[in-house]
């Protein structure tokens, strides 16, 4: 008897010994708890920080949820509020009405932990032409039969906006608190828009149709944001409505979105005869670094270009939040290692900088690739590379994290 007590003492103080989920020893022996939230640092600086989260990691991962919640204040569901997320086409076909029908089931769950754990939440998005639902846009949303006619596609979708920002506002009052109203609607090169069109408006992706462009109309993306502002207005509530796009801080790309956000809030007037606002603020998507490659990682370019965007962006009376964030990085080297952890640093500088008086014009930073993910392979590896994270895929702390905290403290 006595043996399997000493046997029990000995397992118990052998546990306890061992890292706990989302506890995990760092190089320098300390874990996310031995540290003052990111977030109440950021918010010094008048920004907050932001992180992504799926379904399954909110269902099953709470060492990354504990992760989340201790040092964000802000996150943002990669996929599950996206339209062809929350579409329904069963429901749609049988829907009397003939508008589109939505299942918010896992978005719920989501937004419902956010609001469990004091969280705000990104809305991502409302429109996006890329793996966007084709039957959306047929007759009878069966995927068989011609596509609808302008006038009911542009009553879907403004109906879809409608619905999907009251539910969520009325179900979770004030845990959303922005919405991506439009995403990446800007062509990437010459052939993929129209040439007198200074907005750039993607006219295909891949060479697959706009769906939105040619359905909607031209006008989608500031109709979209009509439809949005309306809506925030009729709930009576403070919710920011952004555009968000990728190499948001490229010269060409910068030139349209500044372009299309002229257009966007030029496009309807009050009863007064005076523009209305439609827009609050520019997501600059920042995935920093090669695609796939270490080459074009790391250089100091990128943090004089996202700042250069910042300050003009602000120019036009646009907030400013860096969204999917990931400082790409393909090496694991100690001295790729601890360039990247500079980098990371000297970034959130230049953030405190452009923060640095009166004007607040950042005030979100999203990091989507908080861990490293030395598994991943294809689009996820390219996209948000291996090693570019701020712990490792074990939760422990990096030098990165480190240096960026530092950073913040000063």
Known sequence: MHKKVAFLLAMMLFISMLPVSGLA???????????????SLAREHGFVMGASYN?????????????????????TCTNETKAYSLLDQKASKAAKDG??????????????WAQDNGMKVRGHVLVWDAYMCD????????????????????????????????????????????????NEA?????????????????????????????????????????????????????????????????SDKRSAAIALARSINTYAKDENGNYRQ???????????GGYGKQQDCLEDSHITRIEASIRLYAK?????????????????????????????????????????????PLTCVAIWGVTDAPTATG???????PYGGLVTEKYQIKTSFDTVHSVMSK
């Open 186 to 250: 800007i062509g990437d090169n010459a052939k993929e828009w129209d040439s007198k069109d200074e907005r750039h408006l993607r006219t295909i992706r891949s060479g697959v149709d706009n769906l939105f462009k040619t359905h909607v109309g031209d006008d989608y993306v500031e109709f979209s944001f009509l439809c949005a502002k309306d809506t925030v207005e009729k709930l009576g509530t403070d919710i920011k409505l952004f555009y968000n796009d990728y190499n948001m801080f490229f």
């Open 99 to 112: 508008m589109p029908v939505m299942n918010y089931y896992q978005a719920d769950k989501m937004i419902q």
């Open 278 to 288: 439609l827009i609050d603020g520019m997501g600059m998507q920042g995935y920093i």
């Open 25 to 39: 020893l760092g190089e320098n022996g300390k874990t996310k708890d031995d540290y003052v939230s990111l977030d």
């Open 55 to 75: 379904y399954n990691q909110c269902k099953s991962n709470p060492a990354y949820m504990d992760l989340v919640k201790t040092h964000f204040s802000s996150i």
């Open 316 to 360: 036009e009376g646009l907030e400013v939040h860096i969204t999917e964030m990931a400082v790409r990085n393909f090496q694991n080297d100690d001295a790729t290692v601890a360039l990247h952890a500079d980098f990371y640093g000297r970034l959130f500088e230049m953030f405190k900088k452009v923060n640095s008086g009166d004007e607040k």
């Open 379 to 385: 689009y996820n590896y390219n996209l948000i590379s």
């Open 135 to 182: 039957w959306f846009f047929r007759e009878g949303y069966d995927s068989k039969k011609p596509y609808a006619d302008q006038e009911t596609m542009r009553a879907r979708t403004k109906y879809y906006i409608e619905q999907v920002i009251t539910h969520f506002e009325e179900k979770f009052p004030g845990v959303i608190y922005c919405w991506d109203v439009v």
